[in-house]
């Protein structure tokens, strides 16, 4: 079912709230998970905590506006990839060329179509993976297919929940990376709220005990939370 895969997590930062509400909708319906924000105080205090795969980003903002964002996430490690795509009132080309300038990846013209708005921001986040954009993520003798919700190990299929699947794809998907349980609970179960993190606990658990020989593989990160530790003869490269 579309609704649990993990998908993508776009922000929008838009202080007319129509047009907020419209991004979300369409972003919502084909797929994404999304964050708003109606300034961008807020928005870049939400875009360092979730860390989305991409922006939507208003140029004319209260307060901070759109290309004084970009110079703050264009700065910052974390955000410095972050593909943006440009909303603007006005179509001179000025505006264009200045966001281009400060970082914007792509551009729209208010109005916009909403069908274009998400064939922009597909483009975007299909850009910003990595080559090979292979729906499987390969880590050893594991295999996770995004497209089917498959997991096999050594060729034979695990039977997991679409809970756990959404899991075990997001911790391959980062391996190597310590994943604190509230980034797991907002990345994988879509909280924006620390919620009860023991509900993290148990669900590696039951990965661990489905993944039987490769339980070790997902390492339990003290005090923080938990890492994907590929196991040693990988070599095939996964989608990142
Ligand atoms: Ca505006």
Redesign the pocket.
């Known amino acids: 079912r579309e609704d649990e895969r993990v998908s993508e997590l776009v922000m929008v930062i838009?202080?007319?709230k129509e047009?907020r509400d419209l991004v979300r909708y369409n972003l919502e319906k084909a797929g994404y998970r999304v964050a708003a924000a109606s300034d961008g105080e807020d928005g870049l205090k939400q875009l360092f905590a979730s860390r989305p795969d991409a922006l939507v980003l208003?140029?004319?903002?209260?307060g901070a506006n759109g290309l004084e964002i970009l110079r703050e996430l264009r700065g910052e490690p974390k955000t410095h990839d972050l593909p943006v795509l440009v909303?603007t009132?006005r179509s001179a080309e000025m505006d264009k060329l200045l966001g281009f300038e400060h970082g914007a990846d792509d551009y729209l013209t208010k109005p916009f179509s909403p069908r274009e708005l998400v064939a922009r921001v597909k483009a975007l986040v299909r850009r910003a993976r990595p080559s090979g954009m292979s729906p499987a993520m390969v880590a050893g003798p594991l295999t996770v297919d995004l497209d089917a919700r498959e997991v096999r190990l050594e060729g034979v299929r695990l039977e997991l929940t679409p809970r756990e699947f959404d899991l075990l794809a997001f911790l391959v998907r980062h391996r190597g990376r310590a994943l604190s349980r509230d980034e797991l609970l907002r990345k994988v179960w879509g909280y924006d709220f620390v919620g009860e993190t023991r509900t993290v606990d148990v669900h590696v658990r039951r990965l661990r005990a489905k993944l039987g020989d490769g339980q070790n593989w997902i390492e339990t990160v003290l005090g923080s939370g938990y890492k994907f530790v590929p196991p040693a003869a990988t070599t095939a490269p996964g989608i990142e």
């Open positions: 838009e202080d007319e047009i208003d140029l004319m903002l209260p909303l009132a």
